[in-house]
């Protein structure tokens, strides 16, 4: 089973069998608190109308309340929290697991058939009622079945582990949902990453840890923000939640340790953001503009790049100003660039690049849009006296070299969908904007997408 099956299974905090809570406003304008079951018919003498869900946000917003959820989902939250599995809890499932296997193979791995799943169900049952019942489904036995359509016992428990873990976490995450909708702003994840104090757990700075938390969070927004709003469920499967739980997971037991920062939740990757923001800024000002990029360490990126890159992606402090004139770019801005720019292949880098590239909002990329960004690149390039510098043909060259690597389905026209198709993204983007990313390029070091 995928682990998206299993956020389907543990989204929602179990409210599909539960009673609704309504709100009704009576006629003299009162609140009136009900319970009303899922599907049940309403009296036909019922003079209350439902009250607008916007209209009571926005009372209890005047109240000055920080949560604006349903009282009941917060006690629903909390009986689910006090109901989850500990780590014994499982281990013992695991034990019964073993003790239900039907058979072992060669390598002495046990399996189970669905009858003794059925058999520790009921076990489980006894102890802790219905609450794993959905890892006994016919459909999970199905979906983990191996050998001799029986399931492997050690399969078996990291599923149920695995469960537990996202229910666990979907708990935490929905506890910062104010509005009891799914959804979370970057300001709630900064809220959960004080809660979990993943970075207090590094002995992080005092003085550092407001930063630390938002340049944390912005990874979260880029890859899964509309608007800065992330569903829950999406942060469940996320990639960097796997990332997040891992140095979660190594704090519980004998602490983390990357000295490489190649997890963006360690210290040492978000102390190294944090510092060369400061190096970068030039001025004092907590802001960069275009010129300070250009001292980016280990890139070498065009003015052409960098002036489009403000242009598309960071809005202007001075309404009047034109083109980069008046843009500055924050530390979160300057965290999502570099986010994308690490994963220039990622679907939501994809979509953060391609604008900058298409000047003319055309939706596609011609010989002529390529041929623009690399000219700066070669420029550079000859400044910097590399290899082949002299080549009078070297810029259309490569920018038949970039459409033969992508090819488009249409000839001519570079479409958003023709880089994410191709996986060679990282590698155009690169080219196009960095000098030292052509030159890995041209030495054989191309990035993996």
Same mark, same amino acid.
């Given at each position: ?7 389907? !299974? ?51 917003? +005047? ?27 499982? &281990? ?8 239900? &296997? ?9 399996? *189970?058939?669905?009858?003794? *799943?059925?058999? %520790? ?20 036995? /199905? @979906? ?10 050690? =399969? ?19 506890? !910062? ?30 003085? *550092? ?5 938002? %340049? ?17 469920? +999406? ?43 400061? $190096? ?9 503009? =275009? ?24 809005? @202007? ?7 980069? #004139?008046?843009? $500055? ?35 596609? /990329?011609?010989?002529?849009?390529? !041929? *623009? ?15 082949? &510098?002299? +080549? ?5 060259? %490569? =920018? ?23 996986? @060679? #993204? ?14 890995? !390029?041209?030495?054989?070091?191309? $990035?993996? &997408?």
């Amino acid at each position: 089973m995928t682990v998206a099956d299993q956020a389907e !299974h543990v989204n929602g905090v179990g409210f599909e069998t539960e009673p609704t809570p309504c709100n009704f406003i009576d006629s003299a304008g009162r609140r009136v608190d009900s319970t009303v079951e899922t599907g049940a018919s309403t009296s036909s003498s019922c003079t209350f109308s439902v009250c607008p869900s916007w209209l009571l946000k926005s009372r209890e917003m +005047d109240a000055g309340e920080e949560s604006y959820r349903p009282a009941a989902f917060t006690l629903k939250l909390e009986k689910l929290a006090s109901n989850l599995l500990t780590a014994d809890d499982v &281990s013992l499932v695991v034990d019964w697991l073993r003790e239900e &296997s039907s058979l072992t193979d060669e390598n002495g791995e046990d399996y *189970m058939d669905f009858e003794g *799943m059925w058999r %520790v169900r009921e076990r489980c049952r006894d102890l802790w009622g219905g609450e794993l019942d959905r890892c006994f489904l016919a459909t999970t036995f /199905l @979906k983990l079945q191996a050998f001799g359509g029986a399931v492997p016992v050690e =399969v078996a428990g990291d599923y149920i582990q695995r469960f537990v873990q996202m229910k666990k976490l979907n708990i935490e995450l929905c506890y !910062h949902d104010k509005f009891a909708n799914g959804h979370l702003t970057g300001k709630a994840l900064e809220d959960f990453l004080e809660e979990i104090q993943v970075f207090e757990g590094q002995d992080t700075d005092t003085m *550092m840890l407001f930063r630390a938390r938002q %340049v944390a969070a912005a990874k979260f927004v880029f890859h899964h923000g509309r608007n800065g709003i992330m569903r829950t469920v +999406d942060l469940l499967v996320s990639p960097v939640m796997e990332e997040l739980q891992r140095v979660r997971g190594a704090l519980e037991k004998d602490g983390f340790d990357d000295p490489d920062g190649n997890n963006w939740f360690s210290r040492k990757s978000i102390e190294t953001i944090i510092d060369a923001f400061r $190096e970068l800024d030039s001025r004092g000002h907590r802001r960069l503009v =275009v010129g300070d990029l250009l001292a980016f360490q280990g890139a070498k990126f065009t003015p052409l790049f960098l002036h489009r890159l403000f242009e598309e992606r960071i809005v @202007k402090t001075t309404p009047r100003s034109t083109n980069t #004139a008046g843009r $500055e770019m924050d530390l979160e801005k300057f965290a999502e660039f570099v986010i994308a720019w690490r994963d220039k292949g990622a679907p939501a880098a994809i979509r953060y690049f391609f604008p900058i590239f298409d000047i003319e909002k055309k939706g596609y /990329l011609t010989h002529v849009d390529i !041929h *623009m960004f690399f000219r700066e690149v070669f420029d550079v390039w000859v400044e910097c006296q590399q290899e082949g &510098s002299e +080549d009078p043909n070297m810029c259309e060259n %490569v =920018v038949n070299e970039i459409f033969e690597m992508v090819n488009p389905k249409v000839f001519g026209k570079m479409y958003r969908q023709d880089l994410e198709r191709s996986g @060679k #993204a990282a590698n155009v983007f690169g080219m196009l904007a960095d000098m030292w990313e052509f030159w890995r !390029h041209e030495n054989g070091e191309v $990035e993996l &997408s």
